[in-house]
T-cell receptor, first 112, second 111 residues
């Protein structure tokens, strides 16, 4: 069965370190997204991609970057982790806007 | 930026009660989706509505898209403890592959 997986599920890192969160989907979806979820803020879009070599900034992109070298993967990099980036991160993929977005199980990141 | 406001933010009810949660915006959306999220998991799609005035039913859940496609509601009849979770609405803009999410309604159904 097709799926979308995130790794790691939990990560603790120190302020200033570079961190990369992995997202891999086997749906063959062109559209992939990274969100962060904090109490009281629902899901906020960080970056998204409509296809290979395409990346776009979302509403909370500062301090984050993504790359899309193939259809299956959209890794999210925190260039220099900050305590404000402590959050739960979700990756999602979908065919188009009106179809279901499939979410990974999330990565809980703690920056100390 | 298109904003979606969900209300109430928190709702705690007894098993068997009915409830309605709302998703409102000043912007027009070409489609609107409702997701349910359980602790420690990612959101899972419940329904997609695309036509103004559309009503969809999913067992005890009734979803309505406003005529102007700016708002939506989710009504649950005879709520059960298994309905407990975070309910998120997400609006899609025309010609955009991304959605805007509301902040969610946290529902607790007590047995």
């Amino acid at each position: 069965d097709a799926e979308i997986t995130q790794s790691p599920r939990h990560k603790i890192t120190e302020t200033g370190r570079q961190v990369t969160l992995a997202c891999h989907q086997t749906w063959n979806h062109n559209n992939m997204f990274w969100y962060r979820q904090d109490l009281g803020h629902g899901l906020r879009l960080i970056h998204y991609s409509y296809g290979v070599h395409d990346t776009n900034k979302g509403e909370v992109s500062d301090g984050y970057s993504v790359s899309r070298s193939n259809t299956e993967d959209l890794p999210l990099t925190l260039e220099s982790a900050a305590s404000s980036q402590t959050s739960v991160y979700f990756c999602a993929s979908r065919t188009d806007m009106n179809t279901e977005a499939f979410f990974g199980q999330g990565t809980r990141l703690t920056v100390v | 930026t298109q904003l979606l406001e969900q209300s109430p933010q928190f709702l705690s009810i007894q098993e068997g009660e009915n409830l309605t949660v709302y998703c409102n915006s000043s912007s027009v959306f070409s489609s609107l989706q409702w997701y349910r999220q359980e602790p420690g998991e990612g959101p899972v799609l419940l329904v997609t509505v695309v036509t103004g005035g559309e009503v969809k039913k999913l067992k005890r859940l009734t979803f309505q898209f406003g005529d102007a496609r700016k708002d939506s509601s989710l009504h649950i009849t005879a709520a059960q403890p298994g309905d407990t979770g975070l309910y998120l609405c997400a609006g899609g803009a025309t010609n955009a592959g991304k959605s805007t999410f509301g902040d969610g309604t946290t529902l607790t159904v007590k047995p």
